[in-house]
Nanobody, 118 residues
Framework: VQLQASGGGLVQPGGSLRLSCEAS????????MGWYRQAPGKERELVAQ???????HYGDSVKGRFTISRDDAKNAVDLQMNSLKPEDTAVYLC?????????????WGQGTLVTVSS
């Protein structure tokens, strides 16, 4: 599985950005797909994820502001980020997970930087 992320950039507080992550390769094996983020000096955290078995999940800090959606035509997941705050500044990482032989395998795309600043 290969993941190609796009979007990101600089936005003012209260603004919006949209990230997209397109998958290629063994797409049919993907069980979950979504976004994590990592800010300097902080641990990686879940932002949003779509699972084929458990549905949609959001990190507590983004609930009500971010929306994840699927674009099956592009084999992609999009992340619409609204009401952005400075604390949303981080490198956003696209993630896909496959399950087989009793174990999960994680795949990561290249990070895309989101900076929220006035």
């Amino acid at each position: 599985v290969q993941l190609q992320a796009s979007g990101g950039g600089l936005v003012q507080p209260g603004g919006s950005l949209r990230l997209s992550c397109e998958a290629s390769g063994s797409i049919s094996s993907i069980n979950k797909m979504g976004w994590y983020r990592q800010a300097p000096g902080k641990e990686r955290e879940l932002v949003a994820q779509i699972s084929s078995t458990t549905g949609i999940h959001y990190g507590d800090s983004v609930k009500g502001r971010f929306t994840i959606s699927r674009d099956d035509a592009k084999n992609a997941v999009d992340l619409q980020m609204n009401s952005l705050k400075p604390e949303d500044t981080a490198v956003y990482l696209c993630n896909a997970g496959t399950y087989g032989m009793g174990a999960w395998t994680d795949y990561w795309g290249q990070g895309t930087l989101v900076t929220v600043s006035s």
